[in-house]
């Protein structure tokens, strides 16, 4: 990470209580988000990713247990009263959400919509916003404001939804923007749009992001950093260029092998591990990815690896200390 | 072990389809249209990848050739037999040659149904000759064939994840033998770890099988590993066909360069590394489709001639690509 701390996370647990017994969504998690930084964050469906969000802006929900720390600067955000919160998420933390049309309200004009967040926050006038709301719709590339502001949410593409969320994410200038799969509904170039947007607005406001997403395309193309979560962990991090170069445990190389590319002749066989994700209601003892690990230790079964720096800036939660590259060998 | 469909045909023929729906539209009934003039050829054992993005008529196309929907026109030889003058009983018979892999795996089985059941409801109705025992035997092999055993005969979808339940929706898919099978989006819903998996499952198949394969899927990436031959469309029209190895080493369209351009590389090295022009704007409504070349108010070479004329399909380098300045387009 670089530059100083603005969000410290520390032993965020997130869990749930259903019929089949604790769900751990995320697990005694640590994690930094420096200013102005680009962190992605992958994992698979049940990874906990999104909960990591969601935790950090108090949405989790009514039954969720949430341990730990999760700390804007020096201000502690777990516990925080809800009008508290509420000074915090909108204005200096903000959300893009998957599906901009569920996110979205369908009985509202997208003016109000954008607008109604500097109504709230800043206590500008209706007509004061709306001027605002005019040029951060300009500022993410929506054609024709003025028109848009008059609209509905159903009158408008997937890509100018996403652009509104955008636009509603940073009218505020926040120091953060957490972003849940922001792309992953939308057609390849249009997601190739939203990804340089997202690239562009950083460069010009200075606002932190962390991205959430399942694809390492998108983090190839977008992110500075990249944090690899499995199930409720993250279980490697470093800077986006050393993790791919050198990616040191074992499902990041899977992740990493198991991509076709279009930029390389195709192989006869992806190299693939067997195996799913494993069930947050039953994880094993020790090691979360053991079963499905081809370094697999003795130790791995009982004790669960810590997060331990294992080069510059980069981290990762795994007893194996050997080299990788049995998947290659184990595909062809 | 299953055997190979027949040699002899499994070769489908495609000239001319039109496909439209018809939808209300301020106020009054029109016709929305999905697909224009679309021709092409798949030959038994090859697979072939439809791409393009939401509303490019890649599904539509499907669908139509499956006769879940009708053609508004055209053709569709296979093996002697047009599929879309079929009727009664002869399209009932056919059906069991023509077989669909859905996207969303789990939504695609009966939760009502056992997995024992859900595979063998293919051979209850094309096969009704065979005796329960004969039956089972047919789904236990198909069950192995892909990774699935006798254990999981009695229980139910819900208790599968979703790469186990598209192993399942593969099985009945291929257990009476089609000899077309079309996979919409197969692996679109699945975690990235499980659809290698499903990737190499497909394609081995496909090879032990000599299955005719039509591949929709919007992800480039993933059409390579699996096709032989890709075709692009936008809007519901055909801007390029090639093989696989001459359109991702040459693209001659505009629009196929820009959908490489704009696929994710999972490399960040080669990924910042590349040209990029990102495509401006989305695609156009079907109901006001430009004139002359669709693709055109997108196009970073659209000319004057681009507004006025269509482009035919014409071979240009190893592609057939629809594009007046397809020359001029390189990578």
């Given at each position: 990470m670089q530059g100083a701390a603005l969000l410290t996370i520390r032993g965020l647990s997130v869990s749930y209580p259903s019929a089949r017994g604790c769900i751990d969504a995320v697990r005694e998690l640590d994690l930094q988000v420096g200013a102005g930084e680009f962190l992605g964050i992958v994992g698979e469906s049940g990874s906990g990713k999104t909960q990591l969000l969601l935790s950090?802006?108090?949405?989790?929900?009514?039954?969720?247990?949430?341990?730990?720390?999760?700390?804007?600067?020096?201000?502690?955000?777990?516990?925080?009263?809800?009008?508290?919160?509420?000074?915090?998420?909108?204005?200096?933390?903000?959300?893009?959400?998957?599906?901009?049309?569920?996110?979205?309200?369908?009985?509202?004009?997208?003016?109000?919509?954008?607008?109604?967040?500097?109504?709230?926050?800043?206590?500008?006038?209706?007509?004061?916003?709306?001027?605002?709301?005019?040029?951060?719709?300009?500022?993410?590339?929506?054609?024709?404001?003025?028109?848009?502001?008059?609209?509905?949410?159903?009158?408008?593409?997937?890509?100018?939804?996403?652009?509104?969320?955008?636009?509603i994410a940073l009218i505020t200038e926040p120091e953060i923007v957490l972003a849940d799969e922001p792309s992953t509904a939308l057609d390849v170039t249009v997601q190739a749009q939203i990804l340089s947007l997202f690239q562009e607005l950083r460069a010009r406001t200075g606002t932190a992001i962390v991205l959430v997403t399942h694809d390492l395309g998108v983090i190839a193309e977008a992110v500075d950093r990249v944090a690899v979560m499995y199930a409720g962990r993250i279980v490697e991090q470093a800077p986006v260029l050393e993790l791919f170069a050198h990616p040191r445990h074992p499902y990041t190389e899977a992740l990493q092998q198991s991509i076709p590319r279009i930029d390389a002749p195709r192989p006869q066989q992806l190299p693939s591990i067997g195996g799913a994700p494993p069930d947050p209601a039953r994880l094993p003892a020790g090691c979360a990815f053991a079963p499905r690990c081809l370094y697999r230790l003795p130790v791995c079964e009982t004790l669960s690896p810590a997060l331990l720096e294992a080069g510059a800036d980069h981290f990762k939660a795994c007893h194996y200390q050997g080299a990788l590259g049995r998947l290659r060998g184990a595909a062809t | 072990m299953i055997a190979a469909a027949s040699e002899s045909g499994g070769r489908l023929s495609v000239r001319g389809l039109h496909v439209s729906y018809r939808i209300a539209f301020g106020g009054r009934h029109t016709r929305l249209p999905a697909v224009h003039d679309v021709a092409f050829d798949l030959a038994q054992g090859e697979t072939l990848g439809i791409v393009g993005e939401s509303g490019s008529g890649k599904s539509s196309i499907a669908r139509a050739l499956l006769r879940l929907i009708p053609a508004d026109s055209g053709s569709a030889l296979f093996q002697g037999t047009d599929l879309l003058a079929l009727s009664g009983a002869a399209l009932q018979a056919m059906r069991r040659h023509l077989q669909l892999i859905f996207q969303d795996p789990l939504a695609a089985l009966d939760p009502r149904m056992s997995i024992g059941e859900i595979v063998a409801e293919p051979l209850r109705v094309f096969a009704p000759q065979l005796d329960a025992a004969a039956r089972r035997e047919r789904v236990l092999q198909m069950l192995q064939a892909v990774g699935l055993g006798a254990q999981h005969l009695q229980r139910y979808p819900h208790e599968f994840s979703g790469g186990q339940a598209q192993r399942i929706g593969i099985a009945r898919a291929l257990i009476i033998q089609p000899?077309?099978?079309?996979?919409?989006?197969?692996?679109?819903?699945?975690?990235?770890?499980?659809?290698?998996?499903?990737?190499?499952?497909?394609?081995?198949?496909?090879?032990?099988?000599?299955?005719?394969?039509?591949?929709?899927?919007?992800?480039?990436?993933?059409?390579?590993?699996?096709?032989?031959?890709?075709?692009?469309?936008?809007?519901?029209?055909?801007?390029?066909?090639?093989?696989?190895?001459?359109?991702?080493?040459?693209?001659?369209?505009?629009?196929?360069?820009?959908?490489?351009?704009?696929?994710?590389?999972?490399?960040?090295?080669?990924?910042?590394?590349?040209?990029?022009?990102?495509?401006?704007?989305?695609?156009?409504?079907?109901?006001?489709?430009?004139?002359?070349?669709?693709?055109?108010?997108?196009?970073?070479?659209?000319?004057?001639?681009?507004?006025?004329?269509?482009?035919?399909?014409?071979?240009?380098?190893?592609?057939l690509v629809a594009c007046h300045r397809a020359e001029e387009v390189v990578g």
């Open positions: 950090v802006l108090g949405l989790t929900g009514a039954r969720a247990q949430v341990r730990g720390s999760i700390r804007l600067h020096d201000q502690e955000l777990l516990g925080l009263p809800t009008g508290a919160l509420n000074r915090v998420r909108g204005d200096r933390i903000s959300m893009v959400f998957q599906d901009p049309m569920t996110a979205l309200n369908p009985y509202l004009r997208i003016g109000r919509q954008i607008s109604e967040v500097l109504c709230v926050h800043r206590k500008l006038s209706e007509r004061a916003a709306r001027e605002r709301a005019v040029r951060m719709l300009e500022a993410v590339h929506i054609p024709d404001p003025e028109r848009r502001l008059r609209q509905y949410p159903h009158e408008l593409s997937g890509g100018m939804r996403q652009r509104v969320m955008i636009a | 000899q077309l099978v079309v996979c919409d989006e197969p692996l679109s819903a699945l975690d990235v770890s499980i659809k290698s998996q499903i990737s190499n499952l497909l394609k081995d198949l496909q090879r032990r099988l000599r299955l005719s394969l039509l591949f929709i899927s919007h992800d480039l990436a993933a059409v390579r590993f699996s096709c032989d031959r890709v075709m692009v469309l936008y809007l519901g029209r055909i801007m390029e066909t090639a093989s696989c190895d001459a359109l991702f080493s040459a693209a001659h369209h505009p629009y196929t360069r820009a959908l490489l351009q704009a696929a994710p590389i999972p490399d960040p090295v080669a990924a910042r590394a590349r040209r990029k022009l990102p495509l401006e704007g989305e695609i156009p409504s079907p109901l006001a489709a430009p004139s002359g070349c669709v693709f055109r108010t997108r196009c970073p070479l659209a000319i004057e001639r681009c507004a006025r004329e269509l482009p035919k399909l014409r071979t240009v380098g190893d592609s």
